[in-house]
């Protein structure tokens, strides 16, 4: 099967910011396909097929991509969404638990990027869209492994930018703020907790779940992440929702000091 409309490829699609991106991108014409590790389960999505897929396997990465351009013929949009939260002090984050973080988040989105990419240049289009995080250029406490992580995202994808630009495909960056989504249940806790941490990270634990509580819709996201997928002219990065946009304003003109102050005042630290 082949198909005249353009084909997006959505990872993690079942459920949060993947879900709705994958329903905002048939809302916008093309022909969609999410995946999730299993996806036997997923009630189904109005023009989106479902695959299966586990970004931490390279067999599983391979034979999905196959699948999908056997099957239309193309990929136009590739979407990283599929991450992992971690929560916790660097100390109490095992390397262990530090390594499965990277790669689903990082390495899982290079898998996807290596077996998509030659499909796309051959074509001369396409579109890479990774998912950040306002954590991708804010520090957060208590977040470090997930922090490091999509800082990583963030220097991978603007180096492969400048890589792929030249052969007519973009590698584009969206950052979303807190958003309302499964994020914190989620995310893995610490694997060795340490008492001299346990006061200070229940606070910022505190503070990050009001603030997912009372965040953007992921709806919001999947607007910043169709733009990015249509724009004629695409702009590196885009922040989804205001509180993206504040942030990445704070972190550009606000002096180191009193960026610094900030950040401990956001997370309630004690000086």
Do not use: C, W
């Not at 353009?6 to 809302?27: D, F, H, Q, R, W």
Request: no cysteine; proline share 5%.
């Amino acid at each position: 099967m082949t198909t005249d409309r353009p084909v997006a490829l959505v990872t993690g699609a079942s459920s949060g910011i993947g879900k709705e991106t994958a329903l905002a991108l048939v809302a916008a014409g093309f022909e969609v396909v999410g995946t999730g590790r299993d996806t036997s389960h997923v009630a189904p999505l109005g023009g989106v097929a479902f695959l299966d897929l586990d970004v931490v396997s390279d067999t599983s990465v391979t034979a999905a991509v196959q699948e999908v351009t056997e099957r239309f013929g193309r990929i136009d949009v590739l979407v990283n969404n599929a991450g992992v939260g971690s929560m916790g002090a660097a100390e109490e984050t095992s390397v262990e638990q530090a390594r499965s973080v990277f790669d689903i988040n990082v390495f899982g989105v290079m898998r996807m990027v290596n077996e998509v990419l030659p499909h796309m240049r051959a074509r001369r289009r396409g579109r890479i869209i990774n998912i950040s995080s306002v954590l991708g250029f804010l520090p957060q406490p208590y977040m470090a492994a997930y922090a490091a992580s999509k800082h990583a995202i963030e220097g991978y994808t603007e180096s492969l930018d400048h890589e792929i630009r030249d052969h007519g495909v973009r590698a584009l960056i969206v950052e979303p703020a807190y958003t309302r989504t499964g994020f914190e249940a989620n995310s893995a806790k610490p694997e060795t907790p340490l008492h001299v941490y346990a006061k200070q990270r229940q606070t910022v634990d505190r503070v990050m779940a009001e603030a997912v509580r009372g965040g953007d819709a992921p709806a919001v996201v999947a607007r910043a992440i169709v733009t990015a997928a249509t724009a004629p002219k695409p702009k590196p990065r885009y922040t989804a929702g205001p509180l993206a946009g504040r942030a990445r304003i704070l972190r550009r003109l606000a002096p180191a000091g009193v960026f610094d102050q900030q950040i401990r005042k956001m997370n309630q630290l004690t000086d």
